[in-house]
């Protein structure tokens, strides 16, 4: 026999606030009982000095916090739930704030990405339990943004995603500096002896000096940014800077308006359609958004039900020019993107020459098109025109060919033009100790020719997928100036980062995947444009390293043992075989 676990066996399928089920009255079936049951539900909330009138069947409203000392770029997030709770008590809405598990991004180890899937788990579980009848995500750090909008999104409610916003520009001395893509230019410039360790410290406080996420167009910025073309946040939501006393207006809007959705019962699945992921696609090529994109956006459709594939990232993704001049791929950060008009410029500029579907529905309850229509743009060397782009390549180029079976993908506009095609002879790193240990040997057998491997950091490998496929380059070749070779790995990169970088391969090596078997002195031929990454070694000596190869020692038990046996390959967006899809807001049974 099945084992019920839903209230009365029925699901949410009914639209009106008069039928019990419906999300505006999920939460009757706690507050709205009489005897024991209601007493329970009321009562204990009630020491937190709430009047009765809060339980008399208006919406209650969740405000999902992923607020957390440990994740700097959310630490301003109590601030933010106030405003959100004060646009929810104006429309007459009860909110109601709590904690799911938050992801620092400079902080937690091995990788944040590992614990993507067990904080979603945490949102979906904590949204279903509870009586909420809508929700507000509060997201900013990279990979809060799509644990948070997964959970949310299996379970269908009516939702809307608010953003932190970036940090201020970063200053150190005369120079503009961007989160992320200037710890890498100062660890070169650290390895090829023109900056001290003393200016390094200083350059810490003048980088990170406000409120907010990384201020680059990074994974945090993109994420934003989609979580604005999927039409899940409200316009402008991407750029106003955390600190910016416009973000907190919006945060106020939200509040209102996430009352409303839930009388119009607005929920996830009608915003997040196949159009809505067409648009984010196109988005992200046209802001030289983060590859990590990819794997997020793959995960949230497979939540939704919605067909999204990789090679829809190329399809819909490879025309389109990146139109935003903002670092890694260009000079600019976040606060100039605001005052040059955010993303609605972008978006208008993309409507207007039939690369966005202007009909997709956003959570203001209005289009897409009517949202941006009016865009003005105050800085064209910020944001420039479909007609005079920034880059002519934007998108995500995904590669197959023997070496990538299922896939691989690059940025173009982060990539030197001259390594697009390339051959050269593979200089081999078995995992990312291998490659610490050996990168700065002066004997290493290297040169700017070469294309560096690295294995073993994928989902399973590393374990979790780690950010670090944009392998600083040997030492002694940054001394003699070589500034970007190819790299590739089953690995991610930081979107703060740059470079000819081939990511996400798969199957990634600790799978057995055809890059475990590279071997040193390996020739590899890269050709972006014919979407073609090869591995030059023949099948029958390909069989005979497989027959040789040894998977790596699994995890013995937690949480890194349910990742490792459950997690799917970066091609299918890494989520946990068994949270694919969703499994709507039904209402668990009473456990007393
Ligand atoms: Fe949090 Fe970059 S470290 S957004």
């Not at 069947?57 to 959100?84: K, Y």
């Not at 520009?169 to 360790?197: C, L, P």
């Not at 409303?260 to 802001?287: H, P, Q």
């Not at 005079?388 to 993908?409: D, M, Q, T, Y």
């Amino acid at each position: 026999m099945a084992r019920k676990t839903v209230y009365r066996g029925k699901s949410l399928a009914a639209k009106s606030d008069k039928d019990p089920l419906a999300p505006k009255g999920r939460s009757k079936h706690w507050f709205g009982q009489k005897g024991m049951d209601g007493f329970h539900h009321r009562s204990w909330m009630k020491n937190q000095g709430l009047p009765h009138h809060l339980f008399d069947g208006r919406p209650v409203i969740g405000i999902c916090n992923t607020w957390s000392e440990l994740t700097p770029c959310n630490a301003h997030f109590r601030v933010l739930a106030e405003r959100v709770k004060r646009g929810i008590y104006e429309a007459g809405g009860f909110p109601v704030e709590f904690p799911v598990t938050s992801l620092g991004e400079t902080l937690m180890r091995p990788t944040t990405m590992m614990f993507r899937n067990l904080a979603s788990m945490d949102v979906e579980e904590s949204i279903r339990a509870n009586p909420i009848d809508g929700v507000v995500l509060l997201v900013g750090c990279d990979k809060t943004t799509p644990a948070l909008i997964m959970g949310a999104a299996s379970c269908d409610l009516p939702t809307l995603a608010l953003s932190g916003g970036p940090m201020l520009n970063g200053r150190y001395g005369d120079e503009t500096i961007g989160s992320g893509t200037h710890v890498w230019k100062f660890v070169e410039r650290q390895k090829a002896g023109t900056m001290t360790f003393d200016q390094m410290t200083e350059a810490e406080a003048c980088m990170s000096r406000s409120v907010g996420h990384c201020m680059t167009m990074g994974t945090a910025s993109t994420m934003a940014s989609m979580v604005e073309s999927l039409g899940l946040g409200l316009p402008s939501n991407a750029a106003i800077p955390a600190a910016d006393s416009r973000r907190n207006v919006l945060a106020h809007m939200v509040g209102r308006r996430i009352v409303e959705m839930v009388d119009e019962d607005l929920r996830m699945s009608k915003i997040l359609t196949r159009k809505a992921f067409e648009n984010a696609i196109r988005v992200n090529g046209a802001i030289g958004g983060s590859t990590n994109a990819v794997v997020h956006l793959l995960a949230i459709a497979g939540r939704m039900g919605v067909n999204v594939s990789l090679d829809d990232w190329d399809k819909f993704g490879r025309d389109v020019p990146c139109l935003v001049n903002l670092m890694p791929s260009g000079k600019y950060l976040m606060e100039d993107f605001y005052y040059a008009g955010g993303l609605p410029v972008v978006m208008k500029e993309l409507a207007e020459n039939g690369l966005l579907h202007k009909s997709a529905k956003t959570v203001n309850g209005k289009t897409q098109w009517a949202n941006v229509k009016d865009a003005t743009c105050y800085n064209r060397d910020v944001i420039h025109s479909l007609e005079k782009p920034f880059k002519e390549n934007g998108g995500i180029a995904v590669l197959r060919g023997n070496l990538s079976p299922s896939g691989a993908v690059l940025k173009p506009s982060a990539a030197t033009a001259g390594l697009m095609q390339h051959r050269g002879r593979a200089v081999v790193f078995e995992d990312i100790d291998d490659y610490k240990a050996r990168v700065d040997d002066p004997k290493l057998d290297i040169d700017e020719t070469s294309i560096m491997v690295l294995k073993n950091c994928g989902p399973k490998g590393y374990p979790g997928f780690s950010e670090v496929g944009n392998m600083a380059l040997p030492a002694k070749l940054l001394k003699k100036g070589v500034t970007d070779m190819v790299r590739i790995s089953d690995a991610r990169m930081s979107g703060t980062a740059y470079g000819t970088v081939v990511l996400h391969v798969a199957p990634e090596a600790a799978a057995g995947g055809p890059l475990a078997l590279v071997r040193e002195g390996d020739m590899i031929e890269l050709d972006v444009k014919g979407r073609r990454l090869h591995l030059d070694v023949s099948d029958a000596e390909l069989a005979a390293r497989k027959a040789e190869w040894q998977p790596l020692e699994s995890p013995a038990r937690g949480y890194a043992k349910l990742h490792e046996d459950h997690v799917m390959q970066a091609d299918t967006g890494c989520d946990l075989d068994f949270l694919v899809g969703k499994s709507g807001a039904e209402i668990p049974r009473e456990s007393h």
